[in-house]
C-alpha cells in the first residue's frame, strides 16, 4: 500500500508556473507506475500526465501537451509535475495517483491509490 500527499499548488497568473510535488509512502513506491489527474468544478476528473517505474515513459493529455511535464525520483519516493505557460482553464484540484497494473494508463478507475488533492488557480 502507499499514502500519497500532493503539495504545491497555489494561485498564478496566466502565463505563470508551478510545480507539483506528490510525495509517496512506503518502500515500493518504484513499483508503481504514476499519474496526475485534475478536477474542475462541475466537471469530471481528467487525466492529465502518466509516467512509468523507470520513469522512462510517459504520456500527456493533448490539453498540457508540450506545456507540462512529468518526472519521478524514486530515490526521494516522489513524482513532479512541473507546469508551464499556464492557462486559466488549467483552474482545477490536482490529484495525483498510483497504478499497479502495467506500464502507464489514462484512466482513473484503474489506478490504486490517491492523493488527497492541492488547488491550482490560474487567474486571467
Known amino acids: 500500500q502507499v499514502q500519497l500527499v500532493e503539495s504545491g499548488g497555489g494561485l498564478v497568473q496566466a502565463g505563470g508556473s508551478l510545480r507539483l510535488i506528490c510525495a509517496a509512502s512506503?518502500?515500493?513506491?518504484?513499483?508503481?507506475?504514476m499519474g496526475w489527474f485534475r478536477q474542475a468544478p462541475g466537471k469530471e476528473r481528467e487525466f492529465v500526465a502518466a509516467?512509468?517505474?523507470?520513469?522512462?515513459?510517459?504520456n500527456y493529455a493533448d490539453s498540457v501537451k508540450g506545456r507540462f511535464i512529468i518526472s519521478r525520483d524514486n530515490a526521494k519516493n516522489t513524482v513532479y509535475l512541473q507546469m508551464n505557460s499556464l492557462k486559466p482553464e488549467d483552474t482545477a484540484v490536482y490529484y495525483c495517483?498510483?497504478?499497479?497494473?502495467?506500464?502507464?494508463?489514462?484512466?482513473?478507475?484503474?489506478?490504486?491509490?490517491w492523493g488527497q488533492g492541492t488547488q491550482v488557480t490560474v487567474s486571467s
Open positions: 512506503g518502500r515500493t513506491f518504484s513499483s508503481y507506475a
Open positions: 495517483a498510483a497504478y499497479t497494473g502495467p506500464v502507464i494508463s489514462s484512466l482513473s478507475r484503474e489506478y490504486n491509490y
Open positions: 509516467i512509468s517505474r523507470s520513469g522512462s515513459i510517459t
